[in-house]
């Protein structure tokens, strides 16, 4: 069993290591060039106006940063998924001496660490160049503006591998259309800060489309058309 699972996993590394660094390397480049342009601004309007302007207007100065969760989501799922699916590989995985909701969360929860980690290393450096030039109150709104962005790009992970095993297209198609409006929600301009108030319904929504994995699994196994 867990020779197995270690030879699903290293699988899954091998398909997803360069879109994973790229992911890696487009995340931590948004965050540096977020840091050179408040030293920018900084230099360019002198320290005062600048904080007045953060302050008075609620300015999202990391708003480069919005996408690359849901980017990120993106790379990593299809380079995952795609390639199972139209290959029918998954089908040679659903077939190991392993439960097949092991084998589909084995694949899933290693892209969702994959994901978590890259985020991860980018909010910690984003909040320690944040530091350098400003004071808790306006981190804290920041981290909390940034943390539906991330819940989207992990809610859009799990949808992808939901859409990707799904057997029939029409389905497919309706998946993708109800995804989209969902995850407006995630994205939707908020302010600084102001999106507190919805972190329930983000988790629900996220902790929901991480279980949905299990029903179109369901399907494909069972090759319904």
Not at 19 to 30: E, R
Not at 146 to 157: A, K, N
Request: positive net charge; hydrophobic residues 50%; aromatic residues 16%.
């Amino acid at each position: 069993m867990i020779e197995k699972l270690k030879h699903l996993i290293y699988k899954e590394w091998l398909k997803t290591r360069w879109y994973a660094t790229i992911a890696l390397l487009l995340s931590l480049g948004t965050v540096i060039y977020i840091f050179i342009s408040i030293r920018s601004d900084l230099n360019l309007l002198g320290a005062p106006q600048y904080f007045s302007s953060l302050i008075l207007e609620k300015s999202i100065f990391f708003g480069k940063f919005k996408y690359i969760p849901i980017i990120t989501a993106l790379l990593i799922g299809l380079s995952q998924f795609v390639p199972e699916v139209t290959d029918k590989r998954i089908k040679l995985s659903l077939h190991l001496p392993m439960q097949n909701t092991t084998v589909i969360y084995s694949m899933v929860l290693f892209g969702f660490a994959i994901i978590t980690a890259i985020q991860l290393i980018s909010v910690l450096l984003l909040t320690l160049f944040m530091s350098v030039y400003f004071p808790s109150e306006i981190i804290i709104p920041s981290l909390q503006t940034i943390l539906p962005w991330i819940l989207g790009g992990m809610t859009c992970y799990f949808f992808i591998a939901m859409i990707s095993l799904e057997p029939i297209w029409k389905y497919r198609f309706l998946y993708i259309i109800f995804v989209y409006f969902v995850l407006r929600l995630f994205y939707y301009s908020y302010g600084l800060g102001n999106a507190v108030t919805i972190y329930p319904i983000l988790f629900i929504i996220t902790l929901i489309s991480s279980v949905s994995v299990i029903y179109t699994s369901h399907r494909f196994n069972k090759g319904e058309l």
